[in-house]
């Protein structure tokens, strides 16, 4: 390339002394940026450089598009006694584009005059450039290390100083491969970080959905005991009613059976206003559910009626496996908790229970107790255990993955608990999974400021 030049001066220092120069210089560079990394390499390396080579401007910058045009967008640049603000300015017209395309510049002087579209170069005053490319491990241009001065560098420094920014210039595009690296890497966790939530929120949906369904379930079998008692007293009344009538009619009225008639009718119509009675009741009660079930917002609850009213959506399983749930709580506590999500922790917490606590079991019982602690008692905790086969310690160790389960392909997904983990993380709570000597597994819930 073409460089302007000075007429050769007499040598201010010989071979040995200029080489004891870049040595001493390189020393001291080297050891000044050593433990430097990121923005504060670059500053402190821009200040020593333009010490060791006494000039006024030196700077680190980093090729970008801007536009759709290279650009450098400076790192860090070093002027007279302090350092200027960063800018980013085109490549067009300048001699950083010779830089670029991997030429090593030299100008000792009348660098304006060689540029004359470069106005930067007007802006400080600049006489004399030198300037290295930073060149990556793929051969590709990753910035540019330039010294300028606002007099003429002396023929003298040009080995001084090629060969230290020559030097720089690669330690500087290895930092600069780090960081482009790190932002790499921390794009690449973000975007892996959002899959996660998603696949996580995916799985919560589709145990939410499980959990409806046996809600729905529940809500079916228990209904149908109450309903039917009544659609059946019914049918038997209208029978004996029909059976009654040509009696009533008749000339001669047996008085004995109309009495007993009139205390069958009584006695069926106090059957089917009980039955009907306890429907409504589980309607009442499981439309609290369902609707809680699509909603993460904080609910008044009643904690006993809550807690009986997920049980017996569980009747059936418990039925089928003869396994009683007793609980140990005041009828009275009110606490403030998402129903939703408190919902599907118990529910996972009983679905667990039937299905891998009492595996060749003719019957068990689960237990719920609750206690207050903490501040004013605001703090509750609730322990879920029952009487089934336990947990070795290698279960209980992975307890809480996704998709861990003992039972694989026989009804267990593998996600219940870690369902119950999530959720409790998410209220702020904590979880304990224990199985004592004396048997049964025992999980300890606590939900931290939250009773009314």
Not at 25 to 40: K, N
Not at 144 to 152: E, G
């Amino acid at each position: 390339m073409q460089t302007s030049t000075l007429a050769a001066p007499s040598a201010l220092f010989d071979e040995s002394e200029r080489r004891k120069l870049a040595e001493a210089s390189l020393r001291s560079i080297t050891l000044s940026t050593s433990r430097a990394h990121g923005d504060e390499f670059f500053r402190v390396l821009v200040k020593d450089l333009a010490a060791a080579l006494d000039v006024f401007y030196v700077i680190a910058g980093e090729i970008v598009s801007v536009d759709g045009d290279e650009a450098n967008r400076t790192l860090a640049v070093w002027a007279g006694q302090d350092y200027m603000d960063n800018l980013t300015y085109s490549l067009k017209n300048t001699p950083c584009s010779e830089v670029n395309d991997q030429s090593m510049c030299f100008h000792p002087c009348d660098i304006q005059a060689a540029y004359p579209l470069d106005t930067l170069l007007v802006d400080m005053q600049a006489q004399s450039y030198v300037g290295m490319p930073m060149v990556g491990t793929d051969g590709t241009t990753l910035g540019i290390l330039v010294a300028l001065d606002t007099k003429p560098i002396d023929e003298n420094k040009r080995l001084l100083a090629l060969s230290l920014l020559s030097i720089f210039s690669a330690r500087c595009a290895a930092e600069l491969q780090h960081r482009r690296r790190e932002l790499e890497l921390e794009e690449l966790v973000e975007k892996r970080t959002k899959a996660l939530a998603n696949a996580r929120d995916l799985l919560l949906q589709r145990e939410k959905l499980a959990a409806l369904g046996s809600l729905v379930a529940g809500i079916a079998h228990a209904i149908n005991t109450p309903v039917g008692n009544a659609l059946t007293t019914v049918t038997a009344l209208r029978d004996y009613a029909i059976e009654l009538a040509p009696q009533i009619q008749a000339e001669n009225i047996d008085r004995k059976r109309l009495l007993a008639a009139s205390s069958q009718l009584v006695s069926g119509a106090e059957l089917i206003e009980r039955s009907l009675h306890r429907a409504s009741e589980l309607i009442s009660n499981f439309r609290m559910l369902a609707i809680t079930q699509d909603t993460d917002e904080l609910s008044d609850l009643n904690l006993y009626d809550y807690l009986t009213g997920i049980c017996i959506a569980h009747q059936p399983e418990m039925k089928k496996r003869q396994v009683q749930v007793i609980t140990a709580l005041a009828n009275n506590l009110l606490v403030r908790l998402p129903a939703g999500m408190l919902s599907q922790i118990i529910s996972n917490l009983l679905m667990n229970s039937l299905l891998h606590g009492f595996v060749d079991r003719s019957s068990g019982t689960i237990s719920i107790v609750a206690h207050l602690e903490g501040e004013a008692n605001k703090d509750l905790y609730v322990s879920f255990s029952d009487d089934g086969v336990g947990a070795t310690p290698e279960v209980l160790r992975r307890m809480f993955e996704p998709f861990f389960t003992t039972r694989f392909g026989q009804g267990g997904s593998g996600l219940g608990m870690h369902v119950v983990y999530t959720l409790m993380q998410r209220l702020g709570g904590t979880i304990e999974v224990l199985s004592p000597a004396s048997g049964g597994l025992q999980v300890n819930l606590h939900f931290p400021a939250c009773v009314v």
